[in-house]
């Protein structure tokens, strides 16, 4: 099904709000409003990006599916639901959205947004700092996100008044477990809109490749092995 220029719109302006909220929250909850414990600011962070995720499926999916994640578009296209001028369409909307939302940040919150890479993900003490590890945790968190993306698109089996939470919950849950590791991407737009504002793309391609990788595994998971196929008469 062939998507067009309204589906690229609600791709852009979704991947925006998820980028500008997500890597604003970052710097809110740690730099700006200085919540006295690492947990409060973990829990912050973590509702403001499932809230916003939530908000963007109920918003827009009826228009784009609501990707606003470049690893998710490729997955998409990987297993035939997309055509891959639409997932190029999609990708520069989304790149095109995280890019300016991480310059909104730079000009919202120069000083503080600067203390926090501007909500950067980067592997963490808890992991030894390892680009390895790191991209482990980026495979899993992304997997269970597509595995229930996919759920929500194309089994038929999740109520549309349930997929926002569904979704929005899951990244949650990543963030709520994998922040301390890796700062939970989950999703290379949102790595790329801190990177673009801190000037800082030395751990960029873990927060590419892992949730490429991890987003394919869950795709295929579901096509091959949870999917019943009709058998051929």
């Known amino acids: 099904m062939k998507m067009g220029r309204r589906a690229y ?3 852009f302006i979704g991947t925006f709000a998820l980028v500008f909220f997500g890597s604003m929250s970052v ?5 700006v409003v200085g919540l006295n414990s690492g947990a409060a600011s973990l829990l912050g962070i973590a509702f403001a990006h499932g809230l916003i995720l939530m908000a963007m499926v109920y918003a827009i999916g009826w228009i784009s599916q609501c990707h606003i ?18 997932g ?12 300016v939302a991480g310059l909104a940040n730079v000009l919202i919150q120069p000083g ?4 926090t890479g501007y909500g950067a993900a ?3 003490a808890a992991i030894g700092g390892s680009d390895v ?3 482990i945790v980026e495979m899993i968190i992304t997997f269970f996100l597509m595995f229930s993306v996919y759920a929500v698109l194309y089994t038929g089996k999740v109520h549309p008044a349930a997929s926002g939470l569904l979704i929005g919950m899951t990244l949650m849950a990543d963030i709520l477990i994998a922040g301390p590791l890796t700062g939970a991407a989950a999703n290379p737009a949102v790595a790329l809109g801190p990177a673009i504002a801190s000037g800082n793309f030395s751990t960029l391609w873990i927060y590419w490749v892992g949730p490429i990788i991890g987003a394919l595994l869950a795709g295929f998971v579901w096509e091959f092995l949870l999917i019943e196929r009709k058998k051929k008469k």
Do not use: C, H, W
């Open 122 to 124: 980067s592997p963490g």
């Open 112 to 115: 503080n947004g600067a203390l």
């Open 69 to 86: 994640n470049p690893a998710i578009t490729i997955t998409t296209v990987a297993i035939g639901k997309m055509d891959l001028d639409d």
């Open 27 to 31: 710097t809110i909850f740690t730099a």
């Open 9 to 11: 719109t609600a791709e």
């Open 133 to 135: 590890m790191a991209l």
């Open 88 to 99: 190029i369409g999609y990708l520069v909307a989304q790149v095109l959205g995280a890019t």
